[in-house]
């Protein structure tokens, strides 16, 4: 597909994707909170995703998931998210993998759950305890059930103090699952952050998952596609969207995930449009170019 007569545009509130697909060659989306809320899929996003690849375009999903992108796949099929939805995935796991490898000899430890170790195959760092690590691999909580960094303040401290460098594999903060917030990778890095500790994020909104998005890409296509050619979309503010910001990417929010309690339901033009400039407050650089209470194609 050739991209052409590129219309640039001022966020308009409410816009449903198949309003927008035809300035783009493709989509960058994000999964959880888009395409599932944790129990189950999302029909109306699963439609528009199908309807999009249906026009010839490529879907990528990306997704802060700290895990290999083949773990993925099963996972969505049992969700109910069909293989023919999306072209690939690309995971924060896996950018993760590619940074760790450039430490090959760094003693690492894993701080996560054992469902994350597959960030670990093929890779010949020496696994070793908390005590004599030199990196840290960070992949989440424990236990999903955990509702507090306080837990691990320790376990921290002892990084802190031996100057350990911890790689998050998974920026969010928190994630909706069903009816309830979930803490993630992303907070436990924070505080390690705040108590001087040194962190390096590998998904979203960091620059290198973007980078392998678009290679992907360009193996799909045959050519290199140009930023300006792809929308990004998403629920979370500051991996989504500000990634979509700092790559230079149009950006596409969905409020139903987990700013949720924030924009509440955005099925009203006025609130669709107030909550869009509210938005474009937070992030200069942003390019907006719709907001949605759920992904759909109308």
């Given at each position: 597909?050739v991209?052409?007569n590129?219309?640039l545009?001022?966020?308009?509130?409410?816009?449903?994707?198949?309003?927008?697909?035809?300035h783009?060659?493709?989509?960058?989306c994000?999964?959880?909170g888009?395409l599932?809320?944790?129990d189950a899929?999302?029909?109306?996003?699963?439609?528009a995703?199908c309807k999009?690849?249906a026009?010839g375009?490529?879907?990528?999903l990306?997704?802060n998931?700290?895990?290999?992108?083949k773990d993925?796949?099963?996972q969505?099929a049992?969700f109910?998210?069909p293989r023919d939805?999306?072209?690939t995935i690309v995971?924060s796991g896996d950018?993760?993998?590619?940074l760790?490898?450039?430490?090959p000899?760094?003693a690492l430890?894993?701080?996560?759950p054992?469902r994350?170790?597959?960030?670990l195959?093929?890779?010949?760092?020496?696994?070793v305890?908390?005590?004599?690590?030199?990196?840290c691999?960070?992949?989440?909580?424990?236990?999903?059930?955990?509702?507090t960094?306080?837990l691990?303040?320790?376990d921290l401290e002892v990084m802190?103090?031996n100057?350990?460098?911890m790689?998050?594999?998974?920026?969010?903060l928190?994630?909706?699952s069903?009816?309830?917030?979930?803490i993630?990778?992303?907070?436990i890095?924070?505080?390690?952050?705040?108590?001087?500790?040194?962190?390096?994020?590998?998904?979203k909104?960091?620059?290198?998952?973007?980078?392998?998005?678009?290679?992907r890409a360009?193996?799909?296509?045959?050519?290199d596609?140009?930023?300006?050619?792809?929308?990004?979309i998403?629920?979370?503010l500051?991996?989504?969207i500000?990634?979509?910001?700092?790559?230079g990417?149009?950006?596409y929010?969905?409020?139903?995930g987990i700013?949720?309690?924030?924009?509440?339901?955005?099925?009203?033009a006025?609130?669709a449009?107030?909550?869009a400039?509210?938005i474009?407050?937070?992030?200069?650089?942003l390019?907006?170019?719709?907001?949605?209470?759920?992904?759909?194609?109308?």
């Open positions: 597909m991209h052409t590129r219309i545009r001022t966020p308009v509130g409410l816009s449903p994707l198949r309003k927008l697909i035809s783009y060659d493709g989509l960058l994000d999964i959880w888009v599932h809320n944790g899929a999302l029909s109306e996003a699963i439609e995703l999009t690849r026009t375009r490529f879907v990528i990306l997704t998931a700290p895990r290999l992108s993925i796949y099963p969505l049992r109910g998210v939805a999306f072209d995971t950018v993760t993998a590619q760790i490898a450039k430490q000899k760094a430890f894993h701080f996560g054992e994350d170790r597959s960030v195959e093929g890779l010949t760092n020496p696994i305890d908390l005590a004599r690590a030199e990196l691999l960070l992949t989440g909580p424990l236990d999903d059930a955990i509702e960094v306080d691990y303040g320790n802190c103090k100057n350990v460098e790689i998050c594999a998974n920026p969010d928190v994630v909706r069903g009816n309830r917030m979930v993630c990778a992303g907070s890095a924070q505080r390690y952050a705040q108590m001087g500790g040194r962190v390096t994020y590998a998904g909104p960091e620059p290198a998952i973007y980078d392998e998005a678009l290679r360009a193996i799909l296509t045959g050519r596609i140009p930023k300006c050619c792809v929308l990004a998403g629920d979370g500051p991996t989504d500000k990634g979509a910001a700092d790559s990417l149009d950006a929010f969905v409020a139903s700013h949720a309690s924030e924009f509440g339901a955005l099925n009203v006025d609130n449009v107030k909550a400039g509210k474009m407050t937070r992030f200069k650089s390019k907006l170019v719709g907001v949605c209470d759920r992904l759909s194609w109308s």
